[in-house]
């Protein structure tokens, strides 16, 4: 039984799972524009964000990018594509907006304001693109959580019951 298309309003589901590969990558590249302490802070954290990563290339590979992938079947498929976007644009605006540290008056800069040519002391903007950042980091993790949870459900769904055996009888 293959699934039935999405509507042609929404974008299609290849499309969703590698903006969702690829958002992470963009997120960093993103970041390295104005990156100084933050990298140290992102090189110890290192593991965990790449197994994350993996995680989501495991969903979008495998749930969302097959012909027969559980993320694609009707009941799934609405959540799915709102959860990979919401983590996907997420990263990527964090990447954009995350102030580097502040330790320093010239590390209070993010892509954002070295863009658009903010001062290096504090200014309204940088306190704009923390709070955006902020909001971006909430929404990356909560749609990364949320698409992993859709998956796994999924997934668990899709598995055939184990036959029951009985216990062996005791003479």
Request: no cysteine; glycine share 8%.
């Amino acid at each position: 039984m293959h699934p039935t298309p999405a509507p042609a309003s929404a974008p299609p589901m290849p499309l969703t799972a590698w903006v969702a590969i690829l958002a992470p990558l963009v997120g960093i590249a993103l970041k390295l524009a104005s990156a100084g302490w933050l990298a140290v802070f992102l090189l110890f954290w290192s593991p965990l964000l790449v197994a994350g990563y993996v995680a989501v290339v495991l969903a979008a590979a495998r749930g969302m990018l097959r012909r027969q992938g559980v993320l694609r079947r009707q009941e799934r498929r609405s959540r799915a594509r709102i959860w990979a976007w919401l983590t996907s644009v997420g990263v990527v605006v964090l990447g954009l907006t995350a102030i580097d540290g502040g330790d320093t008056r010239e590390s209070v800069q993010s892509t954002l304001t070295l863009l658009l040519g903010a001062p290096t002391s504090p200014s309204p903007l940088h306190e704009l693109s923390a709070g955006i950042g902020w909001a971006a980091l909430i929404a990356w993790l909560v749609g990364w959580l949320a698409l992993m949870v859709e998956w796994a459900v999924a997934v668990q769904a899709t598995r055939k019951p184990a036959p029951r055996v009985a216990p062996p009888v005791v003479e």
